[in-house]
Structure formats: C-alpha cells, structure tokens
C-alpha cells in the first residue's frame, strides 16, 4: 500500500530531526487550511460547518461532512494536503506520484494540475505553494490552475508554512536545519535565529511567534540536553524560549493550545502556550495531528497493522 511509502518518507525526516494555529487572518485573502494541519499532512480541513477528511476505511479517500452529517466521497484514492479555497478542494493525489489535483467541492471536474511530486502543499488566494521532490525539496509556487511554475527557494526546504503576518516560513535543511523566511514572491529571505544551532520540525506560527521542536543532539561537539523539546521564537523581539521540556513531535497549535505527541509515554496532550495546564487528550500512540474546532484527528500505526485515524471530541 503507497501510504507506507509516504509515511516512512515524512518519518524519516523527522527522525532528522505532527494544522497550527487557528486562521484569524492578517492574510489579505483566503488560505486552504491552517499551517498546523499542513505540518502534520492535511488529512483534516475545516470550512464554515463542513469538514473535508480523509477516510482511511476508503483507501484514505477525501470525503466531506456538513454539520457532523454522514460523509459524502469526493474523489478516490489516497490524498494529502487538503485544502480549500473557494468553490475549490485541492490535494496532492498519492496514487499519481504525488502530483497535484484540484475538484470542485460537490467532487465534480477532478483535474490533475501539476504534475510534481508535492508535499507540505498550501493554498493561498490564487497560488500553490509546495515542496517539489522533483526538484530536490525545492520551494515552487505555481498559480491555482497549472500556469505559471516558479521555484522560490533553492534548497532541501522542510515543513513549509504560509503564515497571517504575510510571510512564508520554513525549515531550511542546506542551512543547518534553520528557520527561514521569504514573501511570497520568494523576496528578503531572512533566517530567524542564525546564532541558534538547532535543527528545526514541526513548525507551526501563532500570533507574532514560531513553534517547533529541536532535534539536535548535539551541537558543536556538546551533547545538547534538550532533544526534540518544543521551542518558541518571538519574531518582534527575537528572543528563543522553551516551552515544553520533554521529547514532543506532531505539534500542532490551534485556538490557543498546543497539541502534541509526547515521546516519553507516546500519547497525545494539550497545553496551554506556556506549556502549562497539561491534559491527555487520546492515550494511543497518535502520529499528524490535524484538528477542527470540535475534534482532533491524528493516525494510529500499532505493529503489523493497517494505520487508521481517530477522531478525539474535544467539546
């Protein structure tokens, strides 16, 4: 099954090293999904009162639910990256080698739109913005319809993110794992924190400030004691805090809490934004976190089984 092939890629890469926060929007415009969900695959998108979501008892199909009604399919085949603009859902098709789709909300004119490899894919007003594994991880945006491909960044480019201050931010891994920043336009790129020698993931934006975990464990030839804590950066003052001082993966930031996986037990908390106030939110061992307003969804992977996905009310 192609979804194990995808999974030990992302795994991979964060063992180098599971949408955010909730869109209040600066964005002079609409974005397709929060950047946690999209840190952590898409496979969870929220739009007024419908959800789109994979469907993992449908080959991780996208269907969609309005109100908390029964599920409607949308397309088939396993799908990432969901995101919505518009009278528009756009995903990347795993069973096309990753390429990029886009369907009307009711599933009608499912149209292949680019044909690249892509990951970490969000959309934002009348452009794409992914990571190109045609291209060596390089940074593309290209319009909503096909037209117009234009690299961005250069480099082995991780957990992209299109954040409401304007700005995309993500991990550059040609610079010692460093958080970057560029417009849209791929201008003034900017690293965040150029004295900190830490190997950035997970990253997630909320209200002027960078989430992400470090997964360094050494730095300059001393064993650093903070392996995979979970780590703020306030873009106004330029300041570095840690915020979770235990291992934690999948973060994903949504309506002023963290949600994250915690390496130590394997299970799912929240807290607050100073790391306080720590709750169990599912005590199964649950890998990309998305959330909606009422839920959290994260996949499940127990040994010589199938993955699903589980879904936590959380009102």
Known sequence: MKIKLFLATILGCVMLSGCGSKVESKLQGEIGNNDGNITNIGSVCQKGDTIYYQNFEDKFSIYKSVNGGEGQKLNSGTSYFINVVGDYVYYVHEDSDFHIYKMKTDG?????????????????????????????????????????????????????????????????YKNGGKVTRITPNGDLM??????????????????????????????????????????????????????????????????????????????????????EDKKLICDENGMFINLTDESLYCYIKELNKEPYIKKVDLK
């Open 108 to 172: 009608s004119e499912n149209t292949e739109i680019v044909d690249k490899s892509a990951y970490y894919m969000t959309v934002y007003n009348d452009y794409i913005y992914f990571v190109n594994y045609d291209d060596n991880q390089a940074l593309y945006k290209v319009k909503t319809d096909g037209s117009e491909l234009k690299k961005l960044v250069d480099t082995i480019c991780y957990y992209p993110i299109v954040a409401d201050d304007g700005y995309i931010y993500y991990i550059d």
């Open 190 to 275: 900017e690293v965040m924190d150029d004295k900190n020698p830490i190997t950035a993931a997970y990253l997630n934006y909320n209200d002027g400030k960078l989430y992400y975990t470090n997964a360094v464990t050494e730095s300059e030839g001393s064993k650093a004691d903070y392996q995979n804590f979970l780590f703020c950066y306030d873009i106004e003052k330029k300041t570095t805090s840690t915020v979770i001082e235990s291992p934690c993966a999948d973060i994903n930031i949504y309506d002023g809490r963290i949600y994250y996986n915690n390496l130590e037990d394997s299970k799912v908390y929240s807290c607050n934004l100073k790391g």
